[in-house]
């Protein structure tokens, strides 16, 4: 089963060589232990562009579609055998990360 792991960060700017080398150290180990699927870490909420074609124009506005003080700062996706295993990765990435986790499982 794949499981998405978002990492939510607040904000407070913690990223550190430090923990940049933790999250190496980690995705090393999705990749050894045939985890790994893909994974990837996003620019800040300000540089996002929300597109809108429901109504068949294409309305494009700067910024995020949401205002928070958390965000989506990169992800995981994952290949588990089942929850249990997906929310015991995801808490060693939240350790390596330094940052909260959320894990959702692909329909």
Request: hydrophobic share 45%.
């Amino acid at each position: 089963m794949r499981y998405l792991i978002s990492v939510v960060d607040d904000g407070t700017g913690i990223t550190t060589p430090e923990v940049d080398a933790a999250i190496d150290v980690f995705n090393d180990r999705l990749r050894a232990e045939g985890h790994w699927v893909f994974a990837g870490g996003l620019a800040a909420p300000a540089t996002a562009t929300v597109v809108d074609s429901r109504d068949g124009e294409a309305l494009v506005t700067d910024g995020p579609f949401l205002e928070s003080k958390e965000y989506l700062a990169g992800f995981w996706i994952i290949e588990a055998p089942d929850l249990d295993v997906a929310l015991a990765l995801a808490a060693d990435g939240s350790r390596s990360c330094h940052r909260k986790i959320e894990v959702r499982p692909f329909q």
